[in-house]
């Protein structure tokens, strides 16, 4: 059975800071997925990594794939108050019937000023 | 844009009531998904559906069943609601099986 951890579960930030958010999963998988909600609102998908050494950016935010380590990160750079919301990993498995999305736990992320 | 609706945003029902959730999508995707969404747990699949008539079971189908008669529109029922399913439910849908899923606004279900 897949399993997808995230860590941490809740990070306070401080504006112009860095920090990292980690997605670790169980077994192979085809993609991974990076998520964002906000309170009270649908998910909006960030990233998509397909291969190992994936590497996409937006703005403040990158995120990175090793598929041999099994991990991805979401790193945020220089955080700001608009990216305050709760982020989620998902880790998609191909199958005949479809993709089957497993997410992670989120990690509420808050930005003080 | 794609666009996925649900047909409720906050929904509060009794112990033992026949729950209906729906979902439509207008973009003519072949498959569609049930969330439920608890916190700290992420979300957990509940059922799927790739064709009209067709469904597959998810991760944790017990307590719940869906319909999809037609293309556009994927129904989750629970048959007689519990508190333990009182949670925020997701719906998504996507082109094809290999296709990014885009997720609907949600329904918050409260059971009493």
């Known amino acids: 059975e897949l399993k997808v951890e995230q860590n941490p579960l809740f990070l306070s930030m401080q504006e112009g800071k860095n920090y990292t958010i980690y997605c670790n999963y169980s077994t192979t998988s085809d993609r991974l997925y990076w998520y964002r909600q906000d309170p009270g609102k649908s998910l909006e998908s960030l990233f998509v990594?397909?291969?190992?050494?994936a590497v996409k950016q937006e703005g403040r935010l990158m995120a990175s794939l090793d598929t041999k380590a099994r991990l991805s990160t979401l790193h945020i750079t220089a955080a700001v108050h608009d990216l305050s919301a709760t982020y989620f990993c998902?880790?998609?498995?191909?199958?005949?019937?479809?993709?089957?999305?497993?997410f992670g736990g989120g990690t509420r992320v808050l930005v003080k000023p | 844009d794609v666009k996925v609706t649900q047909s409720s945003r906050y929904l509060v029902k009794r112990t033992g009531e026949k729950v209906f959730l729906e979902c439509v999508q207008d973009m003519d995707h072949e498959n569609m998904f049930w969330y439920r969404q608890d916190p700290g747990l992420g979300l957990r699949l509940i059922y799927f559906s790739y064709d009209v008539k067709m469904k597959e079971k998810g991760d944790i189908p017990e307590g719940y069943s869906v319909s999809r008669e037609k293309k556009e529109r994927f129904s989750l029922i629970l048959e007689s609601a519990s508190t333990n399913q009182t949670s925020m439910y997701l719906c998504a849908s996507s082109l094809g099986p290999e296709d990014e899923q885009y997720f609907g606004p949600g329904t918050r279900l409260t059971v009493t």
């Open positions: 990594l397909l291969s190992n050494g």
């Open positions: 998902a880790v998609d498995i191909l199958q005949a019937a479809g993709n089957k999305l497993t």
